[in-house]
T-cell receptor
Framework: AQSVTQLDSHVSVSEGTPVLLRCNYSSSYSPSLFWYVQHPNKGLQLLLK??????LVKGINGFEAEFKKSETSFHLTKPSAHMSDAAEYFCVVESVTDKLIFGTGTRLQVFP | KAGVTQTPRYLIKTRGQQVTLSCSPISGHRSVSWYQQTPGQGLQFLFEYFSETQRNKGNFPGRFSGRQFSNSRSEMNVSTLELGDSALYLC?????????????FGPGTRLLVL
């Protein structure tokens, strides 16, 4: 069965510093992986997705993630945090039946 | 293209009542999936409809049901509401062709059961 583990429930950074949100996955086959972001009282917005075409995936708003099969990781990074990045981030794996399996989320706080 | 829309955005019900939530997918999308988000359980898959048929189902009791219409709009119904059903209910749409597709989410319906 597929699953994802988000290693940090909360991450705090200062504006202008790098962001690292960690995600490990478990899958018996080459998975489709996603990062979604949820701002307060808003729905989920797709940041980026990995579908085996390239291991380094670039998303919206300057985010990117690298698929590392050897480490079963799909960490989300951004070189310089902005105040507007404060939100909840979900690492997601797609099951064999195409349903999405969500991690528990990482709340990102950005301090001025 | 308009995004996924959900109505109503907020709802307050009492225990024992039933509720119907609506989701209109992106034009051309034929698959609609429903998810429940709670602080305790996180985001959990409820079910998916494709071409008016339930194609996929999560681990929720029979009180949770849904349907899809010929225009791909979907409704979700919860009967005999319990306090624990208070949650944000999200729907997502995709073309439904399967395999490495992106699901686009609506803003959600926030249900409060008193």
């Amino acid at each position: 069965a597929q699953s994802v583990t988000q290693l940090d429930s909360h991450v705090s950074v200062s504006e202008g510093t790098p962001v690292l949100l960690r995600c490990n996955y478990s899958s018996s086959y080459s998975p489709s992986l996603f990062w979604y972001v949820q701002h307060p009282n808003k729905g989920l917005q797709l940041l980026l997705k990995y579908t085996s075409a390239a291991t380094l995936v670039k998303g919206i708003n300057g985010f990117e993630a690298e698929f590392k099969k050897s480490e079963t990781s799909f960490h989300l990074t951004k070189p310089s945090a902005h105040m507007s990045d404060a939100a909840e981030y979900f690492c997601v794996v797609e099951s064999v039946t195409d349903k999405l399996i969500f991690g528990t989320g990482t709340r990102l706080q950005v301090f001025p | 293209k308009a995004g996924v829309t959900q109505t109503p955005r907020y709802l307050i019900k009492t225990r024992g009542q039933q509720v119907t939530l609506s989701c209109s997918p992106i034009s051309g999308h034929r698959s609609v999936s429903w998810y429940q988000q709670t602080p305790g359980q996180g985001l959990q898959f409820l079910f998916e409809y494709f071409s008016e048929t339930q194609r996929n189902k999560g681990n929720f009791p029979g009180r949770f049901s849904g349907r899809q219409f010929s225009n791909s709009r979907s409704e979700m119904n919860v009967s005999t509401l319990e306090l624990g059903d208070s949650a944000l209910y999200l729907c997502a749409s995709s073309s439904g062709q399967g395999g490495q597709e992106t699901q686009y989410f609506g803003p959600g319906t926030r249900l409060l059961v008193l």
